[in-house]
Each structure stands twice: as C-alpha cells, then as structure tokens.
C-alpha cells in the first residue's frame, strides 16, 4: 500500500501546489490579489463620490445635534448629561453608544462638528467593506459581493446619512463587523476562539448605540443553539445582560427610558391622546409592513426609485409598486431557502430586524430603521434573481446563466440622485430655516445665555445661539402651557414658519389667546412668502 502510494504521489503534487496568485481555482473564486486591486479601486472611486456629495451644513432633524453635544459633554468629563437648557441633567432619551464613540472620536483630536461628519463616512466606508466581505463569506464569491456593495455606495439615502452625525450609519458598521466576526468564529471549539470573546463586547456596544441591536444579539445567540453549542449561547446571553443591566438601572431610576414610553403612544407628538390599544397596534404592524414593501425597501436596494408614501390619505400605492415591492420579496425569501451558508442566522437577523422595525410608531418609519439590514437584503435579492432565472432557463432547456454583473447597468440611473445631493450640498439653508438661524444668533448676540428660549429644535438653535434652549410644550391646554413655561423660567419664545405641525397645533394657539404675554421683540420676514414671519417673542408671566 505504501508503494502504490508513493508511485500515485508524483501525479497529484502538481495539482495541489499552492500559489500566492491564485489560491483558489473554483467557479466564481479569484486571487486575493484580485481582490485587493478591486477593494483598493473602489477605496478611490468611493472617496471620490463622498467629497462630491459631502454637505457641510448643519443637519436639520436636530437629533444629530444631540448626539453631538452628548459625545462633548462625556469628552468634557461631564458625563451622559444633556447641557443646552442652561444647567447639566442625565439624559435617558437618546443611547449612549454614539455618543461614546463621538468622545472617541474627540480624543484623537478631532473636535470640530465637521470632523464628527466626516468620521461617519469613515464608518459608511467601514461598512462597505464588511458587507463585502460578508457576503463573499457567504457565497464563496466575489461578483454578489460587489454588486451589492456597489448598490449600497451609491444609494443617495445612505450617502446622506453618511455626512450627518446620526447613529445609524455606526450602527450598521458595527452590525456588519459583528457578523464578520460571528461568520468566523470556529463553528466548533467557540470557546477556544479569542474572535468568540471579542463579539461580545461589540454586540454589547451595538445594543449601546441603538436599542434595535436586540436583533443582532437574539439572532447570535441563535446562531449558538443552531450549531448546539450551548454554553457559549448561554454566555453571550448573560454577558449581553450584565453588560445592558447599568444602563437599564440608570433609566430605571431616572423615571424608565424615554424610547419605550413613546413606543406605546397612540400618536408619538401628541401623548395626550393616551396610549395605543391592541387593535392600534395591530394597524401600526400592519401599516409599517406595506410602507417598507412599497417604499423603504425598494429605496434601500435602488435610490433611483425614489418610492414616497402617498401624501392624501385617500390616495393608494399604485399597481407597479406593489408589484416591484412583492418581487423582491419573493427573490429575497427564495434566495433565503437557497442559502446553504448559515441559513439559520441569517433568516433569525432578518426576522428580528424586522418584527422591531414593524413596531415603532408609524411617524418615525423609513429607511434608516432597516439600514444594517439592507446589505444582507440587497445581497439575497441578488441572489434570488439570478438563481431563479437560472431555474427558468434550465426548465427551457437553455444553455445559458445569468450573470450578476448584468445589474451594474441599474446603477446608472443612481447617479442623477447624487447631482442632487452635491446641488443640496452647495445650496443655502431654506429662507424659513436662514430666519430660524438669524433669530438663534441674535439671541447670541442680545440675551444673556441663562435666558430659557422656547423653540421647535432646541439643539439646533443652542448649536447658532450657545443660549438656554427648549422644546415646546405639546398641549391644547394653554393654561397648563403658560404655567409650565413660568416653572422653567421662560423668558423668550421663537415663533417659526418650519412647518412643524407642533407649532400651528400648540403653540401658536396658546400665543393667540395670550397675546399681552408674549410681546414681540423681534421679526423677520422671509423674502419668499408673503405675510411669513419668524417672530422673537418675550414671555411675561
């Protein structure tokens, strides 16, 4: 035996000889060198299509602003504590993971607001490559990997949460690193695997900066069980609930957190109208799936779509939206039954994302609650599509595979979506918003900084006046109004034209019937509208 096999060996040595070039021969697998060169190529395009893209302004939603100010206070040594109404107070609201890595961020130097923008598209870029990585961990390929991350590069909606200080551009690196790291722990020795014990600090971290992590880590766990290796399901469990458990006892003690209550909300902007019953909630599952069939998913795989929900209540998605949406549904699901490479976690993330993204209060449902997610989906969709016109043609006895490169084509529609984002970019604020700013810096320049200022978007205007700011009080009752700005010691309030329902609905009522309170200090007409007016008001109690 030992002959024979000596006498067999001079045959098969030159077949199994490695190579640094070309380690591996099979269908849809290619050199590392290839794949360096194209990473390294996409690195330059990608650096390219961001300082095209990339807007220095200020983002208007306000919260990016209050991330900003919590990740200076924790870098000031203040703590997790919100300062823009004039004195520090714990914040509850918003998770503190962003944060932290804002402080980070600040450690190394980079303190100004522009270089917290940029070290977003640090992670956006971050995120790329993960995915690409991923999904050829995934496939064993490297042609889906690059569609997918080249879609995801372009897509306008991800470009732009890629220059605003938001979490959720992070929280999608930090998804996508986990399961690079989970796609790699040894399947059967976990705990002899330093990668196993490296997850866990970055699921917790994930958890930290936005509660929807939950999914990333129910889904790990899984991932465990599946594979029957119970005791590191069970420390990954327990080490996500000690590592959870102070910021769960910090809310708890400060009143419970924010995000939960206004979950149950019947309206998120007007709790007075009590909390949401089971048939409510039912509608606002029901209601979240058809918008992110119609609309967010379809955005999220190809920007140039543009998918917006109906503005009229009586108005319906059209026919050819439903059918694109249910498409792509049923490429994904197919693609998902395909997948031979860790089927089960895949499905379980999915399924997790989802069923929290199906949840929350409808006002606040778009893209950027499945951003992590839209890689994987985008990866499946492609997947689904070729392998299922490959079944096609097989059954038509047609010689013929599709390839996925065919898709590349779609991207060229993408680009007139990111001619606007560098339009918008190199625009001015909008003249509502120019007033909103001026007002914010003449208080800056002629109120004293302790002197409460009521406005919609307080942080926005802290950020122009560096002065005492808060929200409006969301109340019919003007009485109550008037006496909770007296017991916060108001002394001016912005009367804007933004077009903040909050505003007509609330305060500008309140102003009405009490007009001897709030004197007019100051008014600026916006040169665009006729009778459109930002008003500085004084508040006399």
């Known amino acids: 035996?030992?002959?024979?096999?000596?006498?067999?060996?001079?045959?098969?040595?030159?077949?199994?000889?490695?190579?640094?070039?070309e380690p591996k021969k099979q269908d849809g697998q290619i050199s590392t060198s290839f794949i360096f060169v194209l990473l390294v190529a996409f690195s330059f395009a990608f650096i390219a299509v961001y300082i095209y893209v990339f807007?220095?302004?200020?983002?208007?939603?306000?919260?990016?602003?209050?991330?900003?100010?919590?990740?200076?206070?924790?870098?000031?040594?203040?703590?997790?504590?919100?300062?823009?109404?004039?004195?520090?107070?714990?914040?509850?609201?918003?998770?503190?993971?962003?944060?932290?890595?804002?402080?980070?961020?600040?450690?190394?130097?980079l303190k100004s607001y522009i270089a917290?923008?940029?070290?977003?598209?640090?992670?956006?870029?971050?995120?790329?490559?993960?995915?690409?990585?991923?999904?050829?961990?995934?496939?064993?390929?490297?042609?889906?990997?690059?569609?997918?991350?080249?879609?995801?590069?372009l897509n306008s909606f991800f470009l732009y949460f890629s220059f605003i200080t938001m979490s959720e551009i992070p929280f999608m690196f930090f998804c996508m690193f986990a399961i690079f790291i989970l796609l790699h722990v040894n399947e059967d020795h976990p705990l002899k695997d330093w990668k196993f014990y490296m997850l866990i600090p970055v699921i917790i971290l994930i958890y930290y900066i936005r509660t929807a992590g939950l999914a990333i880590i129910f889904s790990s766990v899984i991932f465990f069980l599946l594979r029957k290796n119970w005791i590191p399901a069970a420390i990954m469990l327990v080490s996500f609930v000690l590592g959870a458990l102070p910021w769960y006892l910090r809310n708890k003690a400060m009143g419970g957190n924010v995000y939960i209550?206004?979950?149950?909300?019947?309206?998120?902007?007007?709790?007075?109208?009590?909390?949401?019953?089971?048939?409510?909630?039912?509608?606002?599952?029901?209601?979240?799936?058809?918008?992110?069939?119609?609309?967010?998913?379809?955005?999220?795989?190809?920007?140039?779509?543009?998918?917006?929900?109906?503005?009229?209540?009586t108005e319906t998605y059209g026919l050819d939206v439903w059918i694109v949406g249910l498409v792509i549904i049923a490429f994904i699901v197919y693609a998902l039954i395909k997948q031979k490479k860790f089927q089960g976690f895949l499905f379980w993330y999915l399924a997790a994302s989802g069923g929290i993204a199906l949840i929350w209060?409808?006002?606040?449902?778009?893209?950027?609650?499945?951003?992590?997610?839209?890689?994987?989906?985008?990866?499946?969709?492609?997947?689904?599509?070729?392998?299922?016109?490959?079944?096609?043609?097989?059954?038509?006895?047609?010689?013929f595979k599709m390839n996925v490169l065919v898709f590349l084509i779609?991207?060229?529609?993408?680009?007139?979506?990111?001619?606007?984002?560098?339009?918008?970019?190199?625009?001015?604020?909008?003249?509502?918003?120019?007033?909103?700013?001026?007002?914010?810096?003449?208080?800056?320049?002629?109120?004293?900084?302790?002197?409460?200022?009521?406005?919609?978007?307080?942080?926005?205007?802290?950020?122009?006046?560096?002065?005492a700011t808060m929200n409006q009080i969301l109340t019919n009752d003007d009485k109550e109004m008037l006496k909770?700005?007296?017991?916060?010691?108001?002394?001016?309030?912005?009367?804007?034209?933004?077009?903040?329902t909050s505003t007509s609905k609330f305060l500008y009522p309140a102003i009405q019937k009490n007009p001897e309170k709030f004197p007019i200090v100051l008014s600026l007409p916006d040169p665009t509208k006729e009778d459109s007016f930002t008003y500085l008001l004084e508040f006399k109690p």
């Not at 640090?122 to 390929?141: A, E, N, P, Q, Y």
């Not at 918008?291 to 503005?311: A, C, D, M």
């Not at 016109?389 to 047609?398: G, H």
């Open 55 to 109: 807007d220095k302004k200020i983002d208007l939603s306000g919260d990016s602003l209050s991330y900003y100010f919590l990740g200076k206070n924790l870098f000031k040594g203040l703590g997790y504590a919100n300062n823009i109404s004039g004195t520090i107070s714990p914040e509850n609201h918003f998770p503190p993971g962003y944060p932290f890595l804002i402080s980070v961020i600040m450690l190394l130097g």
């Open 484 to 500: 909770r700005f007296k017991q916060a010691n108001v002394k001016y309030v912005i009367l804007d034209q933004l077009g903040f």
């Open 1 to 21: 035996m030992a002959k024979k096999l000596n006498k067999a060996a001079p045959k098969t040595a030159p077949e199994v000889k490695t190579s640094t070039i």
């Open 361 to 399: 209060p409808q006002v606040w449902t778009d893209l950027r609650f499945i951003m992590p997610i839209i890689p994987i989906i985008s990866f499946l969709f492609f997947k689904g599509a070729v392998e299922l016109v490959d079944l096609i043609l097989s059954k038509l006895n047609l010689n």
């Open 261 to 313: 209550k206004v979950l149950f909300y019947k309206e998120v902007y007007n709790p007075e109208l009590g909390f949401i019953d089971f048939g409510g909630f039912l509608q606002r599952i029901w209601e979240n799936l058809v918008k992110y069939i119609t609309t967010e998913i379809q955005n999220g795989l190809f920007s140039f779509l543009n998918r917006q929900k109906p503005t009229d209540d």
């Open 410 to 467: 779609l991207i060229l529609p993408m680009f007139p979506k990111l001619k606007e984002l560098h339009a918008s970019a190199k625009a001015d604020y909008m003249p509502e918003w120019r007033n909103y700013i001026k007002m914010a810096q003449y208080c800056k320049e002629n109120i004293s900084p302790t002197d409460m200022v009521v406005c919609r978007k307080p942080p926005i205007f802290h950020f122009f006046s560096e002065g």
């Open 116 to 153: 917290v923008k940029i070290a977003n598209g640090l992670f956006f870029f971050g995120s790329l490559i993960l995915s690409f990585m991923v999904i050829r961990k995934l496939t064993d390929d490297w042609k889906i990997p690059l569609v997918t991350m080249l879609f995801t590069a």
